[in-house]
């Protein structure tokens, strides 16, 4: 199994099958000018309805819209709700974690999360393999929330999403680099896509920084 950052919360996953999933499609914006996604896919999820998460059209394919819990190709999805803050919602509305099981690995994607995770939340997640997590604060959770989601979950492998970086540096949140201090555990790529197959994940957790595809 592959997983391809885009940028923001958008990853392209392909299964050893060849089927694709792309999460969160952004609109490319001043203020997060990441380069368009043209790439095609069998399956489309979308954590919540802003224009940084919600671009659907742009993926080609004529995929498969995932809402809520499903089985498309193979693939079990299983969607656990959320909010987009700390208030219930009050402030940024709900938004839908989603979970896939791909060649023997769990992958929970947990769009723009904007609170910590409560027992619930925990155990409708269930298991993960990797965890795809934002980490820069300000309309999701910061570097310490975030730590402590990935600790609840024990995921093995964690991939930050929706911070600051070359690429959006006009983006109102924290870089990279305030979820990374002090970890020992951290591989940075130069690359944006990387390869992971059942068996071979670490046994402690492993944080993952990929570059924005180009």
């Keep these: 199994m592959k997983i391809k950052w885009f940028g923001q919360s958008a990853f392209l ?58 089985e498309v190709k193979g693939i079990k999805i299983t969607s656990i709700a959320a909010f987009h803050d700390a208030s219930g919602g009050s402030q940024r509305g709900d938004m839908t974690i989603f979970c896939f099981d791909i060649d023997g690995i769990r992958v929970c994607h947990v769009g723009d999360l904007g609170h910590s995770l409560s027992d619930k939340q925990v155990a409708e997640i269930g298991k993960v393999d990797i965890l795809l997590v934002p980490v820069g604060g300000n309309f999701t959770i910061d570097a310490n929330v975030a730590t402590e989601v990935y600790a609840k979950l024990d995921a093995k492998v964690v991939i930050p999403m929706h911070y600051r970086n070359e690429r959006c540096p006009n983006f109102p949140v924290a870089g990279v680099d305030e979820f990374i201090k002090g970890k020992t555990r951290v591989t940075k790529l130069e690359v944006s896509e990387v390869e992971f197959k059942s068996g071979f994940l670490p046994e402690t957790a ?5 570059t924005p595809a180009r």
């Design 13 to 70: 996953i392909t299964a050893a099958n060849g089927t694709r999933i792309i999460t969160d499609p952004y609109t490319p914006s001043e203020r997060i000018p990441y380069k368009e996604i043209k790439e095609p896919a069998d399956i489309v999820t979308v954590s919540h309805g802003h224009g940084d998460h919600s671009n659907v059209a742009a993926v080609s394919g004529n995929p498969t819209v995932v809402k809520s819990t499903s």
């Design 206 to 210: 492993q944080i993952v920084v990929l």
